[in-house]
């Protein structure tokens, strides 16, 4: 919710052109939003496939959230205690991108070093920001790619085989 003071603060912070502009600055900033919010719901697809799949007794999955769906995946057992930490931070971001106006300034690096797998994907530390900003996007990209990789052969496991290479 926007404070009195919040408003008093973007007003001395920006004059009118100034805050117009940002839309022109963060268009770089966009897609990279998303595509943490496109590879959330390529998850949450592969969430509910699996839950379909490994369970008789599933409910209609639009009325649930994907923490929801998560929580079912770790107590059917196809998530171990890492996988669902990660798919947790993996939510925190998405939410982070979706409803804040400037979440690489906010939550969303401390975040992503919430990650158990932040330190496998060996990204160097950067010195300045930027750099660090770019490991960082580069980190979140593999622990996504990971997650993903793992649901997707968890689900097509027991599948018939795709003849298509």
Not at 13 to 22: A, G, N, R
Not at 81 to 100: G, P, V
Not at 123 to 144: F, H, R, W, Y
């Amino acid at each position: 919710m926007v404070t009195e003071n919040d408003v008093n603060e973007l007003l001395a912070k920006y004059t009118v052109k100034e805050f117009l502009d940002l839309s022109d600055l963060e268009s770089v900033f966009v897609d990279y939003r998303c595509k943490v919010i496109v590879a959330n719901l390529r998850i949450e697809q592969l969430m509910e496939c699996l839950i379909i799949k490994k369970s008789k007794d599933h409910e209609d999955l639009d009325n649930l959230t994907f923490s929801q769906k998560q929580k079912i995946l770790y107590k059917l057992g196809i998530l171990n205690d890492d996988l669902n930490h990660e798919l947790k931070i993996i939510n925190k971001i998405r939410n982070a991108f979706a409803h804040e106006i400037d979440p690489l300034k906010n939550k969303t690096p401390d975040l992503i070093k919430e990650f158990k797998f932040y330190d496998e994907t060996k990204m160097p530390k950067a010195d300045n920001l930027a750099s660090q900003e770019a490991a960082d996007g580069v980190a979140l990209g593999m622990i996504t790619g990971i997650l993903m990789r793992y649901l997707a052969e968890v689900l097509w496991e027991n599948s018939p085989k795709d003849t298509k290479k």
